[in-house]
């Protein structure tokens, strides 16, 4: 069973728009943490937010939000008044695993394209 | 924030040759170094988790006699590709765990590895 899934293979925003980007998440570990990152066709990650899995508020970061559903494994991210510059790859992520031992598996990505 | 760095950041090299990537963390030390490699239009794959002073613990499916991992120091691990064949052809990356709170990953800008 895939540990991350990105449903939206693609998706276009207009500018100044909001958008939302889904993942939804399988674990059985009590103890997660989930990022975004943000890969631009030059290729370096970038990380945009993390959320735990004990964390009671969603998380923020300048425009992007969290949307976390521990019930429903979900973890959508939010993107508030889309800017042309915003288009890019975009990854979910989870961490998993005890204290030295971690995993990350990424989902395969949604393409955000922003339109002017 | 933290910086990890990788060189080279593009080699070309013939099939049959062996081609080795360092990735370093320069202003932090790093337990845990992670290794993906994507291919185009793809998602981060992880290779293979490498803990300083002990050996890499690779994703299945992933032979560690070909892609040998070293992780002598806090602050370097090298990924060597031995005897690489255009199949190897891809973009890797390497990323090192923080010593945050939510246990950041921070990642090198990659590598592009083209095996003629």
């Known amino acids: 069973a895939q540990k991350i899934t990105q449903t939206q293979p693609g998706m276009f925003v207009q500018e100044k728009e909001a958008v939302t980007l889904d993942c939804t998440y399988d674990?059985?570990?009590?103890?997660?943490?989930l990022f975004w990152y943000k890969q631009p066709s030059s290729g370096e990650m970038i990380f945009l937010i993390y959320?735990?899995?004990?964390?009671?508020q969603n998380a923020t970061e300048g425009r992007y939000s969290l949307n976390f559903q521990k019930a429903r494994k979900s973890a959508n991210l939010v993107i508030s008044a889309s800017q042309l510059g915003d288009s890019a790859m975009y990854f979910c992520?989870?961490?998993?695993?005890?204290?030295?031992?971690?995993?990350?598996?990424f989902g395969t990505g949604t393409k955000l394209q922003v339109i002017p | 924030g933290a910086v990890v760095s990788q060189h080279p950041s593009w080699v070309i090299c013939k099939s049959g040759t062996s081609v080795k990537i360092e990735c370093r963390s320069l202003?932090?030390?790093?337990?845990?170094m992670f290794w993906y490699r994507q291919f185009p239009k793809q998602s981060l794959m992880l290779m293979a988790t490498?803990?300083?002073?002990?050996?890499?613990?690779?994703e299945q499916g992933v032979e560690k006699d070909k892609f040998l991992i070293n992780h002598a120091s806090l602050t370097l691990s090298t990924l060597t590709v031995t005897s690489a064949h255009p199949e190897d052809s891809s973009f890797y990356i390497c990323?090192?765990?923080?010593?945050?709170?939510?246990?950041?990953?921070?990642f090198g800008p990659g590598t592009r590895l083209t095996v003629l």
């Open positions: 959320q735990g899995s004990y964390d009671q």
């Open positions: 674990t059985s570990d009590p103890s997660y943490g």
């Open positions: 990323s090192a765990l923080g010593l945050a709170e939510d246990n950041e990953q921070f």
């Open positions: 202003d932090f030390q790093a337990t845990t």
């Open positions: 490498s803990n300083e002073g002990s050996k890499a613990t690779y």
């Open positions: 992520a989870m961490r998993e695993g005890l204290e030295g031992y971690q995993k990350v598996t």
